[in-house]
């Protein structure tokens, strides 16, 4: 599997890769959290090998269980 790019330390490195490219994105927008998920997340795929999945998180909105009193959160979480 290593010859045909998928081995391990390859996987890693791409990665490695898709999670700098989070950082540098995550860096320019304010509101938003980009993650990158799926295969390329686990890096089985390229850059151009297949789609890209990703997970557009809004930095501005708080997701809590049915129940949870939300005046009981602090504001900064």
């Excluded at 898709?18 to 990158?36: G, L, P, S």
Aim: charged share 30%.
């Amino acid at each position: 599997m290593t010859h045909l790019g998928y081995g391990e330390e390859i996987r890693r490195r791409r990665i490695l890769k898709y999670r700098k490219r989070d950082r540098i994105v995550n860096a320019k927008w304010i509101y938003i959290t980009f993650i990158t998920a799926g295969s390329k997340a686990e890096g089985l795929t390229c850059c151009y090998e297949s789609d890209y999945e990703n997970v557009f998180v809004p930095k501005d909105v708080l997701c809590v269980e049915a129940g949870v009193d939300l005046h009981t959160i602090p504001n900064d979480i």
